[in-house]
């Protein structure tokens, strides 16, 4: 069935150090990916998507490519701030869904340092 | 901006109580889903409704029930709560207007059972 698998945290970082998360999937036909960002006490909230092979997703400095021939969906960002503290989630929805769940990895905690 | 509407942030029950947990969106979308979220699991997704009085299960429905009267409004029931649904809830909408259109969550409840 459709998976995600994404690096285990808890992950510590100095303030400007290069952030990558990886993750990568589990499916049939051509799904579209997703990350999403969940700050302490709040829910989630979409940080970035893509939809079909080659597509690369940006927001806030963060950037993924979708790359097919390594089912992978890595997040990363060339200079993590302290406000960059969150768990981030990876997500893919189905090719094909039109009921638009998301499957989701298990989140990885990122904890940035001044 | 899309806003999703948990009833309550903080929910204390005993075991063995009906237990309602509450989820309104303002923005007529038709799908609607109810995860738990527990720490080194992820996300899981209880129960999701694809329109009004629709609903199907999601890989963890056990011991839960929904309830789709109106369009807006998503509850999740607990019929007899049991202290291992001690976690946090995040209910999450999304349209189906738009293609490929993200999961729109609330701040999420924290259960605890006692």
């Known amino acids: 069935g459709d998976s995600v698998t994404q690096m285990e945290g808890p992950v510590t970082l100095s303030e400007e150090a290069f952030l990558t998360i990886n993750c990568t999937y589990t499916a049939t036909g051509y799904p579209s990916l997703f990350w999403y960002v969940q700050y302490p006490g709040e829910g989630l909230q979409l940080l970035l998507k893509a939809t079909k092979a080659d597509d690369k997703g940006s927001n806030k400095g963060f950037e993924a490519t979708y790359r097919k021939e390594t089912t992978s969906f890595h997040l990363e960002k060339g200079s993590v701030q302290v406000s960059d503290s969150a768990v981030y989630f990876c997500?893919?929805?189905?090719?094909?869904?039109?009921?638009?769940?998301?499957?989701f990895g298990r989140g990885t905690q990122l904890t940035v340092w001044p | 901006d899309v806003k999703v509407t948990q009833s309550s942030r903080y929910l204390v029950k005993r075991t063995g109580e009906k237990v309602f947990l509450e989820c309104v969106q303002d923005?007529?979308?038709?799908?609607m889903f109810w995860y738990r979220q527990d720490p080194g699991l992820g996300l899981r997704l209880i129960y999701f409704?694809?329109?009004?009085?629709?609903?199907e299960k999601g890989d963890i429905p056990e011991g839960y029930s929904v309830s789709r009267e109106k369009k807006e409004r998503f509850s999740l029931i607990l019929e007899s709560a049991s202290t291992n649904q001690t976690s946090m809830y995040l209910c999450a909408s999304r349209g189906m207007r738009q293609g490929n259109s993200p999961l729109h969550f609330g701040n999420g409840t924290r259960l605890t059972v006692t």
């Open positions: 409704s694809y329109d009004v009085k629709m609903k």
């Open positions: 997500a893919l929805r189905a090719g094909g869904s039109t009921l638009g769940r998301l499957y």
């Open positions: 923005m007529d979308h038709e799908n």
